[in-house]
Every structure is written in C-alpha cells, then in structure tokens.
T-cell receptor, first 110, second 113 residues
C-alpha cells in the first residue's frame, strides 16, 4: 500500500522554465491538497481539491495551477518558475482526518 | 487569519525525560480538530495524535499525549520518556473549513544523550 506518491523527489529549474509536480494516492480519498514548506514558515496551502472535478485556491496560489486528473491524481504546475518558488512541496490526501502526506518534492529555482 | 502559534522555535530535552511542546490556536468554530505531526530530518510528515474539540478526555497515543485546554485555546504535546529518535521538527495544526490543515511554524526538538 503506497499511500501518497509524489514525483519527482528533487528538481532544479531555471527561472522561467515550467514543470508539473505529480501526486497520486491509492487510498480512494476524495480530498487532495498541495502545500509548500519554507524555512520558518510551516506548511502553507497552495491549492486543494475537495472532490474529483473541483479545485480551489488556498493561502498562496499565485504562480501555480492545478489539475485534478481523476480521483487518484492531483498535479501542480508551475508555468514560469521564479526563485521565490524554491521550496519543498507536499501533496496530501484525506477522506477524514488526519491528512496523509507524500514524501515531498524539493524544488530549487535558480 | 486564524493562526496557530508555536512559541518555541527550538527545545532541548535530556534523553528519558518528558518534554512539553506548546501550541495555541485561534478559532471561532465550535467544532474543530487539533493535530500534531512530526517531521524528522528525512523530511516526511508523520501524524502523531488528534484531539477533537468535543472530546472530553485528552488524547493519548503511546508516549504522546495532548494536553487540551479548550478555554485557553491551547493544545500542547507532551512526549514522555524522550528518545534520541524523537529529535525532529514538530508541527501543531488545526483543521480548516475545507478539510485542510492550518499549521504552526513548528518547534525543533533536540534530544540529548
């Protein structure tokens, strides 16, 4: 039972490049979330999807887009990466509390 | 914004001693959940313990207990008999309106041998 799987684990981008972070869960959860973690800031919600077919903005959505491809998969896209998006990104899912997290993607934008 | 406050950026504890990590929260909701997660240096987020606002008893999970004081809006994590493997970041969180979690900034716990 894999839980929440994120790919890639590490990525380095140049300013202006685009990329998509992938997330898949095998727990049949309805709700999925993308967070970013910066030093001294805790985890902040970027976007969430309460159910298949719906997405909504969280606390820090600027510069990101998301797609809830199906019930299992929820991707996060950076269209034009900026150094301020250097962070660790976590995907999470839940049917009821608590949230189950993936292992994170460490993204560096130079 | 409804905040979660963890006032201790870093804490030290001697192995085998107990330690309390502080957490206070804002909310105007009557029903809510409180959570603690552990993040070791390897980076994963590990769920430790949950407390519902209507639970009459404080939650316990093995060596972890949650000291819940509703009137003071505090949800402190108590770790008994600390072990070297307890060295990690600890995050307090409150359930949000969309099933999400709102996190504090964390406390870095270091266990000394």
């Amino acid at each position: 039972n894999a839980g929440v799987t994120q790919t890639p684990k590490f990525q380095v981008l140049k300013t202006g490049q685009s990329m998509t972070l992938q997330c898949a869960q095998d727990m049949n959860h309805n709700s999925m979330y993308w967070y970013r973690q910066d030093p001294g800031m805790g985890l902040r919600l970027i976007y969430y999807s309460a159910s298949e077919g719906t997405t909504d903005k969280g606390e820090v959505p600027n510069g990101y887009n998301v797609s809830r491809l199906n019930k299992r998969e929820f991707s996060l896209r950076l269209e034009s990466a900026a150094p301020s998006q250097t962070s660790v990104y976590f995907c999470a899912s839940t049917q009821r509390p608590p949230l189950h997290f993936g292992n994170g993607t460490r993204l560096t934008v130079t | 914004a409804q905040k979660i406050t963890q006032t201790q950026p870093g804490m030290f504890v001697q192995e085998k001693e107990a330690v309390t990590l502080d957490c206070t929260y804002d909310t105007s909701d009557q029903s809510y959940g409180l959570f603690w997660y552990k993040q070791p240096s390897s980076g994963e987020m590990i769920f430790l313990i949950y407390q519902g606002s209507y639970d009459e008893q404080n939650a316990t999970e093995g060596r972890y207990s949650l000291n819940f004081q509703k009137a003071r809006k505090s949800a402190n994590l108590v770790i008994s008999a600390s072990q070297l493997g307890d060295s990690a970041m600890y995050f307090c969180a409150r359930g949000g309106s969309q099933g999400n979690l709102i996190f504090g900034k964390g406390t870095k716990l270091s266990v000394k041998p």
